[in-house]
């Protein structure tokens, strides 16, 4: 596993700094299972975290493995999910993943329990690499990806959702061209690995509470001095386009 050592922009470390005083340390606990991890990250799609643990738990309870769900008929899977919403859709996207997982671990070679051969094709690159194989899995998006290796493999991959988007442009971290797939990959570049998460964290905290994107509470914000969006910096010197 290669380490990459960034030095951050004095902007980005104020508004690290700043995020931190103002919503806390973060610390992050990742299970290293990036294949629970990306079945709970289908699931959570389009509904509430309660609804989403609720099908997980019972996806896992009912099917001991993942072999399993692969090889059970869908309807069983997207019963087992209902809870979750769109059953149908994500219990098929579910196998989906799952049949391409063993499709290539058998190319190679490979018997491995695919929870095995997914933590190992993740450990075998670089995160930036990492999050790209893991977006060649079927219906597997760029957040999605993001989520994966932050969340379970403790791997600095910035997840970029609408609140980190909005936030992390107003603030020039970003350019104001680049969309949030791009975002992605910007952030591999600009923040320190050990970063990432504190920022993933603080950035939706501040665009939930403050930085709202229909009348921002700018008047009360703490991160007032270090924001493109009021003028207090220049987006051209402090964002990546
Ligand atoms: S000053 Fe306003 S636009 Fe800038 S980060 Fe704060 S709330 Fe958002």
Redesign the pocket.
């Given at each position: 596993m290669t380490t990459t050592s960034i030095i951050p922009s004095i902007h980005l470390t104020s508004v690290y700094n700043l995020l931190i005083d103002t919503y806390g340390e973060m610390h992050n606990d990742p299970d290293y299972d990036p294949l629970g991890g990306l079945v709970g990250t289908i699931l959570s799609q389009h509904t509430s975290d309660i609804n989403s643990d609720r099908a997980y738990h019972q996806i896992i309870k009912t099917f001991p493995t993942w072999e399993e769900v692969r090889d059970v008929p869908t309807h069983l899977v997207a019963e087992a999910i209902r809870s979750g919403g769109l059953a149908n859709i994500k219990a098929q996207r579910i196998q989906d993943v799952l049949n391409t997982l063993t499709t290539q671990q058998k190319e190679s070679g490979g018997n491995k329990p695919l929870t095995e051969y997914l933590y190992d094709e993740i450990e075998k690159r670089t995160p930036e690499e990492a999050w790209r194989y893991l977006r060649t899995l079927p219906g597997v998006g760029p957040k999605t990806a993001a989520c994966v290796m932050l969340f379970d493999m403790n791997r600095s991959i910035m997840p970029v959702d609408t609140h980190v988007h909005r936030?992390s442009k107003?603030?020039g971290l970003i350019g104001p061209k680049v969309n949030a797939e791009q975002a992605h990959t910007v952030f591999a570049k600009i923040a320190p690995p050990d970063w990432v998460y504190g920022l993933h964290v603080g950035l939706i905290r501040h665009g939930r509470q403050?930085?709202h994107a229909q009348r921002?509470?700018?008047g009360e914000?703490p991160?007032?001095a270090q924001?493109a969006?009021?003028g207090s910096v220049n987006p051209q010197e402090t964002g990546i386009s």
């Amino acid at each position: 596993m290669t380490t990459t050592s960034i030095i951050p922009s004095i902007h980005l470390t104020s508004v690290y700094n700043l995020l931190i005083d103002t919503y806390g340390e973060m610390h992050n606990d990742p299970d290293y299972d990036p294949l629970g991890g990306l079945v709970g990250t289908i699931l959570s799609q389009h509904t509430s975290d309660i609804n989403s643990d609720r099908a997980y738990h019972q996806i896992i309870k009912t099917f001991p493995t993942w072999e399993e769900v692969r090889d059970v008929p869908t309807h069983l899977v997207a019963e087992a999910i209902r809870s979750g919403g769109l059953a149908n859709i994500k219990a098929q996207r579910i196998q989906d993943v799952l049949n391409t997982l063993t499709t290539q671990q058998k190319e190679s070679g490979g018997n491995k329990p695919l929870t095995e051969y997914l933590y190992d094709e993740i450990e075998k690159r670089t995160p930036e690499e990492a999050w790209r194989y893991l977006r060649t899995l079927p219906g597997v998006g760029p957040k999605t990806a993001a989520c994966v290796m932050l969340f379970d493999m403790n791997r600095s991959i910035m997840p970029v959702d609408t609140h980190v988007h909005r936030v992390s442009k107003r603030l020039g971290l970003i350019g104001p061209k680049v969309n949030a797939e791009q975002a992605h990959t910007v952030f591999a570049k600009i923040a320190p690995p050990d970063w990432v998460y504190g920022l993933h964290v603080g950035l939706i905290r501040h665009g939930r509470q403050i930085c709202h994107a229909q009348r921002p509470k700018c008047g009360e914000c703490p991160l007032y001095a270090q924001c493109a969006y009021v003028g207090s910096v220049n987006p051209q010197e402090t964002g990546i386009s």
